[in-house]
């Protein structure tokens, strides 16, 4: 038997045991409640959007002590040392709802607005670590579908040649459920997507990753599904074992962090019966799954656990939380 073969036949049984029993891997970490402080009166609001950078300050972008910034004058962007202490914050009065997060290797933050209100939204901000705006993509406040405006943009992704992506819509059914691609300086180039299950096709691209080789991982939540593509958009596979994605990170050595915060047994809005939510751990290579940090709620909600998630080079790991407006740290036992 081919080589190629074999390797194929050893995927589809790590996939299927990956169904059979998507929830039996190991739990190596600890839950660090409390990791972080803030000033007195100021609380954490709901938050997807957590990443490490590469000076290994934690940064988020939280919705304003609620799950929402509109009508708010606080700084939404927060940047933590390892120890947990506030070093900065910046963005007040600039979004409505901080959603998907990317930081460059020159510490560039990428953010983008997932809704709109008030002459504001919809948009995705490049911005200096000091909170200086660099360059927008899309029209504040305004909803579309063309190559110059969003409807809900989730995540954004920088490719190694300053590349731009951005998945945007997060209504399933209705709206946007496409990936575009931008040059470095802002430049449309393409697009792809559209509603439904087939390859190429989205029901909410939540979430945004590249491995080492720079395929794209797009977390299609309502799909319960990751979508893998080449930087062109070319379909290559798609990834069931790591459940329902809210959040993935895939760090330098392609190990990948992947948070469920949706699933349920219920019919109707998070349908995945079988999978209990969580962040799941694995191989952004082969697809494996490691180990599984469950969600320690009923998850009888719509959201709860990380829809955010990013590891640090020590491989702790910090998880942003919409329904108990949170971020948890995981770090190994």
Partial sequence: MKLGMIAFIAWIAVAENGRAQPNSQPNPYRTV????????????????????????????????????CANSDVPPVLEFDPSGKLLGSFGANMF??????WIEKDGTLWLTDGQGANGKGHQVFKFSPDGKILMTLGKA???????????????????????????????????NARVLKFSKDGKAIKQWGGHGSGPGQFEVPH????????????GDRANNRIQIFDQDGNFIEE???????????IDKNDVMYVT?????????YGHNPGWKRGIRIGSAKDGTVTAFIPDPSPG???????????????????????GPKDVKKYVKK
């Avoid at 609001?45 to 972008?61: D, E, K, T």
């Avoid at 979430?207 to 797009?218: E, I, N």
């Fill in 33 to 68: 409640e409390h990791w972080f402080t803030l000033p007195e009166g100021r609380t954490m609001g709901s938050s997807s959007a957590v990443f490490v950078a590469p000076s290994g300050h934690i940064w988020v972008a939280e919705r304003c002590g609620a799950n929402s």
């Fill in 96 to 101: 409505i709802f901080p959603h998907g997060i």
């Fill in 141 to 175: 406040g305004v909803a579309g579908d063309g190559p110059d405006t969003f409807n809900q943009p989730n995540a954004v992704a920088i490719a190694p040649n300053g590349d731009i992506f951005v998945s945007d819509g997060h209504s399933p059914g209705r709206g």
């Fill in 207 to 218: 979430c945004l990753a590249f491995d080492s080789k720079g395929r794209l991982f797009v």
């Fill in 239 to 249: 990834w069931k074992q790591f459940s329902r994605p809210s959040g993935i990170f």
């Fill in 260 to 268: 469920d915060s949706e699933s349920t047994d219920r019919d109707g």
């Fill in 300 to 322: 009888t909600g719509s959201t709860s656990m990380s829809e955010g998630v990013a590891a640090d080079a020590q491989g702790n790991v910090y998880g942003a939380e919409v």
